[in-house]
């Protein structure tokens, strides 16, 4: 190779902005600084003697020429990935970083106890957490592993089912007292009904559980004094009387009682929200890491018993 030649490291670096539109997160994802990205990408550009990348205010996109060059060598650095991922799996015990997104309520409280007994019997894989209820792009975030509430998994994901999930319409006794309890899901209507930012449009649908007819399903508008991202923040507003939410059971199962939560709506299956399955999930690959193999394994494990 002449010294002309692009280096592959640099080759490398376009690949990942490519994915990740950003030089913080291409830095980020490879362990250099935002200024040596800069720099290797406009060396990289020297090199090739055509510009790469446009840079905007906002974002960083590839030229033509750019998206042609990493067109023709993704493939080619995906291969090496695998390689080294496989030569460092024989090496023996699973070490390297495996990062991780999580929703808020779930790492809090059911992930993080999971935590100590892996890092324990697995010392040289160190964890990343992010906790977050946005969902992320996990190829361009440089995420290994999200952990997610679903119906079903992407097609184009890896994906490992860890235990059941289901929705949970829940008031507190107050709020029961106060405004009476709806014996419909039409009734709510006239109720302060608590909503998950991703509801979509304020309306909410159940369907009537049993029976050898067709299910009934009912679809009815609803409104309130909170909205939230986060079913931690609505489990609260619940149990302060603020109204009838409806919370993931990872968030809700731990408070139900007579002076707590008290499901609403008997009967009732509520449909489309978060999902009826808890799902480790990746982007496809044709080997996954060791380590990220073992957290899951050790996520699936200690999912068998359910959410309690």
């Known amino acids: 190779m002449s010294d002309n ?11 990942v902005l490519a994915q990740t539109r950003s030089y913080t997160q291409a830095a980020r994802r490879l362990g250099i600084s935002k200024a040596s990205a800069s720099a290797r990408i406009a060396e990289l550009e020297r090199a090739t003697g055509v510009p790469l990348v446009r840079r ?20 080619a650095f995906e291969r090496i990935s695998q390689s080294v991922a496989g030569i460092r799996d024989l090496a023996g015990a699973p070490r390297g970083l495996v990062r991780v997104s999580v929703p808020v309520a779930l790492g809090r409280q059911h992930i993080a106890p999971m935590l100590p007994a892996f890092c324990a019997q697995f010392p040289e894989v160190r ?13 361009q975030e440089g995420f290994d592993l999200a952990i997610r ?23 507190s006794p107050a709020y029961l007292r106060e405004r009476g309890e709806p014996r419909h899901p039409s009734e709510l209507a006239q109720h ?19 029976g050898r007819n067709k299910p009934e399903r009912v679809q009815v508008p609803v409104s309130g004094p909170l909205r939230a991202n986060n079913s931690e923040v ?3 507003a619940v149990l302060g009387g603020m109204g009838i939410g409806l919370l993931p059971d990872f968030s809700a199962v731990a408070h139900l009682g007579p002076r707590r ?5 008997a009967g009732w299956r509520p449909l489309g929200f978060f999902g009826e399955h808890l799902y480790a999930i990746r982007p496809w690959s044709a080997q996954v890491p060791r380590a990220v193999q073992c957290f899951v394994d050790h996520l699936r494990q200690r999912f068998a018993a359910g959410l309690r």
């Open 261 to 265: 939560l008290v499901p609403v709506l």
């Open 149 to 171: 509430h679903a119906e079903a998994p992407p097609e184009t994901h890896v994906a490992w089912t860890l235990c059941a999930t289901r929705s949970l319409l829940v008031a």
């Open 127 to 139: 964890l990343e957490l992010e906790l977050s209820d946005r969902l992320v792009n996990l190829a």
């Open 5 to 15: 030649s692009p280096a592959f490291a640099d080759l490398h670096l376009l690949t």
């Open 234 to 236: 609505l489990r609260e």
């Open 192 to 210: 302060a009904c608590l909503q998950y930012l991703r509801d979509g449009g304020g309306t909410w649908t159940f369907e009537r559980e049993g």
């Open 56 to 75: 905007t205010t906002r974002s960083v996109g590839l030229t033509a020429a750019g998206q042609q060059l990493v067109d023709e060598t993704a493939a």
